[in-house]
C-alpha cells in the first residue's frame, strides 16, 4: 500500500444560502508513494484546494476513503502540514514568531524549540530577517516564511496550495529550486498546485491533472526526467514533449466544457 490512498473521494459543499449541496470533486482515485513529488495542474474551479483540504482533513468528504500510513483522515494532524493559497501570517508577530507559531500550536514543548525555528528560518534565506514583521517582507519573503512554519513541524506529508502563486517568475524559480534542495534532503512526501505547467514538471514526478465539472482526475503524467532537475532541462526535448502533452490534456478538458455548454 502507499502511503497515501485516495480511493474514489467525493467532496460536496453546501450552496450559499440554501441547503442544497453540489459535489465539487467525484471518484477521485490517486496512490502516493512515500518520498515522492506529485503536482497538480487543472483550471480554476476543478476542486484542487478542495482535494488538498480534503487530505489535510480540513474539511469532509462525503464518499471513499482517504488513508496516510494506512490511518483513516477524519481531522488534521501532526503528520501532514499545509502552505494555503493565501498566505496567512500573524501580521503581530515577527518572521520568527510566525514560525514558531506553527510548533506552539502542535504544543511542541521541547527545549530546542527557538533553536529549530531559527534553524527553519534560515532555512528559507531569511536569517537576517527574524525581526522582521510581515508588513516589512515582500510577497515571495512571505511565502517563504508560510514554507518554513509548514516545514519547521516535521510533516510526512507537505501539501501545497500555489505556493508561488504571487511570485514573480524569476523569484518563483529561485523558490522551487530551494524547495527541491529541502524536499531532496529530507524526503518528505510533497504535493504541490500550480497553475504555471513548467513548474509542475520541473517539480513533479507525477503531474496530476484534474479537470471540471464535477472535479475529477483527467489524466497522471510520469515525469521521466533525472534529479536533480536543473534549468537547462526546460529546454530539453522531452521536457517541451511534456509541456505540449500536458497544454493539450488541459486544452482538452476547455474544449468539453465549451461543448457542454453548447448543448445546454
Ligand atoms: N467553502 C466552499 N463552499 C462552497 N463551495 C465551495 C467552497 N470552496 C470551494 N467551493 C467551490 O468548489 C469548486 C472547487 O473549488 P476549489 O477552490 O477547490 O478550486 P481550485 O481548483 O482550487 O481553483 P483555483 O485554481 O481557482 O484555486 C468551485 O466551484 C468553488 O466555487
Ligand atoms: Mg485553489
Redesign the pocket.
Known sequence: MAQIEIRDVS?D????NSEET?T??DGINLSIEKGSFVTIV????????????ALAGL?PYAKGAITVDGKTVTAPGPDRAMVF?DASLLPWRSVHGNVRFGLELRRWRRDDLDQRVTRFVHMVGLGSFADYHPHQLSGGMRQRVNIARALAVDPDVLLM??PFGALDAQTREVMGDELLRIWERDKKTAIF?T?AIDEAIFLGDRVVV?GKNP?HIREIVEIDLPRPRTSAMLDSPAFIAYRQKLRDYIAADMASLQMVKDVA
Open positions: 467532496v459543499y453546501k450552496r450559499p453540489f465539487a470533486v487543472g483550471s480554476s474551479g476543478c476542486g484542487k484546494s478542495t482535494l488538498l483540504l474539511i493559497q496550495d500555489e498546485v497553475h484534474m472535479g
